[in-house]
């Protein structure tokens, strides 16, 4: 196996509207706004409370109708290479499944496994340099 460390994971929540859903967990629970993309309608975002943080991601209609609405693991990483390196031995990708840098800071690749769940491996650019 690799020498990649895991050590955090973040939820990714699906929501229909993140600025709605942004706007309950500061005032309505007492987290705090960690990031959202840019722009009035974000796709997505993250908020933080102590030592929590929730990731809050746009589910279209199609999606909650459909039932694609499911649970999503974000789990950083310290040697996101190395660990996508590993994974692409075992066959778990899928054919989209690629080692990007996103607009939101991370840099990351995700697949689902066998039951269906999204699991999510990233980094924060900050942390590369």
Do not use: C
């Not at 939820?11 to 706007?23: A, D, E, G, T, W």
């Amino acid at each position: 196996m690799s020498t990649a460390f895991l050590k955090q994971i973040h939820p990714v929540l699906p929501v229909r509207n993140v600025m709605n859903s942004i706007q309950y967990y500061v005032e309505k629970l007492g987290f705090n706004l960690v990031f959202k993309d840019a722009g009035d309608h974000p796709s997505y975002a993250g908020v933080v409370r102590d030592g929590i943080e929730i990731h809050l991601q746009w589910h279209g209609e199609s999606d909650w109708l459909e039932g694609r609405n499911g649970v999503l693991l974000k789990i950083y990483v310290e040697d996101i290479e190395d660990l996508f390196e590993d994974y692409k031995t075992q066959f778990v990708f899928h054919e989209q499944t690629v080692l990007r840098n996103t607009a939101w800071g991370t840099r990351e690749f995700g697949f689902y496994d066998i039951d269906k769940n999204g699991l999510v491996f990233y980094r924060n650019f900050r942390s590369l340099e």
